[in-house]
């Protein structure tokens, strides 16, 4: 660990320990960072990072100081997202985000609950809400490309999911804590869509890659929100529609490692497939899989 992690790590410890709060903690960073600064994913890292073996539970004050350093611009919101999604349980189920060789201690049986994730997802998106995010074009583009790995990550850990629990013969059903995560992610990319500086950079100055992947990770992402919260989940598909953001070009960047290497290119197009009609309709979160399946066999 570099000098400059070692001060940070020992701020932090001294501040938990006290019980430090609000603008007495913002008044140590910022005296700290005057002497020594330090990137933003270091900083993220420090701060987010679980401080025990597949810690379950988070201290109270984690979320409070992450929301300090982000008011401080001393953290980025992609940064901030890209370490929470780093030590969540969706990174670990994700083979092109977790590769299974890879037995580092940063990634290896150190995760967070998802209380913590839906409790920073919504911080992340309060950012902007309120208007004081994207500080840049730069900003904006790389929380997008941020928030689409979120969104390909929760599509890869649910489809694998409900395809265990086919396999062994019980009811598909989502755990209230998976629900609440993916409605955080939701609402993130709600209040990206209502924000007009991150709309216009998507529109112009964002890369195409960018908006690509962006596109594709929502277009598999509204039909799982909509299993769970339709209301979101149509706030979204007004969205997509609105800016014409569809991910039929952008299959080649993210659409292996969507599903675990199941070519998935076909369910941004299901609506538009006319050889499965006759089939009786079930209103269950396995229909979208039976389905998919029947648009396999007919093509």
Same mark, same amino acid.
């Given at each position: 660990m570099d000098v400059e992690s070692q001060e940070w790590t020992k701020l932090l410890d001294r501040c938990l320990l006290a019980r430090v709060k609000g603008p007495k903690f913002?008044?140590?960073?910022?005296?700290?960072y005057s002497k020594n600064p330090i990137a933003s994913s270091k900083l993220a890292n420090i701060f987010i990072r679980p401080r025990a073996s597949s810690a379950l539970t988070v201290d109270p004050l984690i979320p409070s100081y992450i929301e300090c350093l982000l008011a401080l611009e001393q953290i980025s919101v992609p940064d901030a997202l890209r370490t929470l999604l780093r030590y969540s349980r969706l990174y670990h189920?994700?083979?092109?985000?977790?590769?299974?060789?890879?037995?580092?201690?940063?990634?290896?049986?150190?995760?967070?609950?998802?209380?913590?994730e839906q409790i920073l997802l919504f911080r992340y998106a309060k950012c902007f809400i309120t208007g004081g995010r994207p500080k840049n074009a730069h900003e904006a583009y790389s929380t997008l490309r941020a928030v689409a790995t979120w969104m390909s990550a929760i599509v890869t850990a649910s489809t694998k999911d409900e395809m265990m629990q086919d396999l062994a013969g019980v009811g598909n059903s989502t755990q209230p804590e998976a629900i609440a995560v993916r409605e955080a992610v939701g609402m993130l990319v709600v209040a990206l869509a209502e924000n007009g500086r991150v709309m216009s950079v998507l529109d112009g100055q964002c890369p195409k890659d960018v908006k690509q992947t962006f596109a594709h990770a929502l277009s598999l992402f509204i039909p799982f929100l909509s299993q769970t919260s339709l209301q979101i989940a149509n706030r979204l598909a007004s969205f997509q529609k609105q800016y014409n953001i569809y991910g039929n070009d952008a299959s080649k960047a993210i659409g292996d490692s969507m599903m675990g290497g199941?070519?998935?290119?076909?369910? &941004?197009? #299901?609506? !538009?497939?006319? &050889?499965? #009609?006759? !089939?009786?309709?079930?209103?269950?979160?396995?229909?979208?899989?039976?389905?998919?399946?029947?648009?396999?066999?007919?093509?």
């Open positions: 913002s008044a140590f960073c910022k005296a700290l189920s994700d083979e092109a985000l977790y590769p299974r060789g890879d037995q580092s201690e940063d990634i290896n049986n150190l995760y967070h609950g998802p209380d913590l199941i070519d998935v290119n076909g369910l &941004g197009q #299901l609506q !538009g497939v006319d &050889g499965v #009609l006759d !089939g009786h309709f079930v209103n269950s979160r396995a229909g979208l899989y039976i389905y998919f399946s029947a648009v396999v066999c007919v093509e």
